[in-house]
Nanobody
Framework: QVQLVESGGGLVQAGGSLRLSCAPSGRTLSGYAMGWFRQATGKEREFVAAISGSGSTTNYADSVKGRFTFSRDNAKNTVWLQMNSLKPEDTGVYYC???????????????????WGRGTQVTVSS
């Protein structure tokens, strides 16, 4: 059983930065594609960013491109989402997810991911 644990969320003013982390218990992240998704209150979950198993390929939602950076260190068994120039519309619960197949392939679809964390709240005030 894989458990993903997110951390690093919090309250920040618009224009500020946060760095989210995700680490597993019970499994290595190495070689598995990962994703970040978010869900605002009253809205559906949406794709934020994805990274391939090696870290050589990343994919971002248009809304965060140029502001967010998804990275990983397989030796440390951790992935990070660096979020800069935050906007109030970035507010939501951020979820880390692991895709157990197709390590080289990133995916923007939640249904492609097999394991999910419980999420960490990000609140951006205006």
């Amino acid at each position: 059983q894989v458990q993903l644990v997110e951390s690093g969320g919090g309250l920040v003013q618009a224009g500020g930065s946060l760095r989210l982390s995700c680490a597993p218990s019970g499994r290595t992240l190495s070689g598995y594609a990962m994703g970040w998704f978010r869900q605002a209150t009253g809205k559906e979950r949406e794709f934020v960013a994805a990274i391939s198993g090696s870290g050589s390929t990343t994919n971002y939602a248009d809304s965060v491109k140029g502001r967010f950076t998804f990275s990983r260190d397989n030796a440390k068994n951790t992935v990070w989402l660096q979020m800069n120039s935050l906007k109030p519309e970035d507010t939501g619960v951020y979820y880390c997810a692991l895709k157990s197949w197709g390590a080289a392939e990133t995916s923007v679809y939640g249904y492609d991911y097999d394991y999910w964390g419980r999420g960490t709240q990000v609140t951006v005030s205006s």
